[in-house]
């Protein structure tokens, strides 16, 4: 089994700043994408990010692009999730995922707790 867990979250004004992490333990996975999704109070979860083994690929959800940065760690099984010009509407839960089996936009084997933003107006 693959334990995740998240940190970083946290109240902030709108403008702010915040940094997420992830850190993977558990079974050895073998060069797997990690991602972050969201979900607002009455939302369904959102992909927020995604970034591939190596680092080399990353995706965004139109609504981050230009002010969240998805980064691997060293070692690769740490995911960061650099959170810039936080808006109101950024307010979440937000979950690490781990190993996508196909579509690393939408499909992990693996999900963290999630960490609470909230951003305040």
């Known amino acids: 089994q693959v334990q995740l867990v998240e940190s970083g979250g946290g109240l902030v004004q709108a403008g702010g700043s915040l940094r997420l992490s992830c850190a993977a333990s558990?079974?050895?996975?073998?060069?797997?994408?990690m991602g972050w999704f969201r979900q607002a109070l009455g939302n369904e979860r959102e992909f927020v990010a995604a970034i591939s083994w190596g680092g080399g690929t990353t995706l965004y959800a139109e609504s981050v692009k230009g002010r969240f940065a998805i980064s691997r760690g060293n070692p690769k099984n740490t995911v960061y999730l650099q959170m810039n010009t936080l808006k109101p509407e950024d307010t979440a839960v937000y979950y690490c995922a781990a190993d996508s089996p196909g579509d690393i936009m939408r499909d992990y084997n693996y999900w963290g707790q999630g960490t609470q933003v909230t951003v305040s107006s």
């Open positions: 558990g079974r050895t996975l073998s060069r797997y994408a």
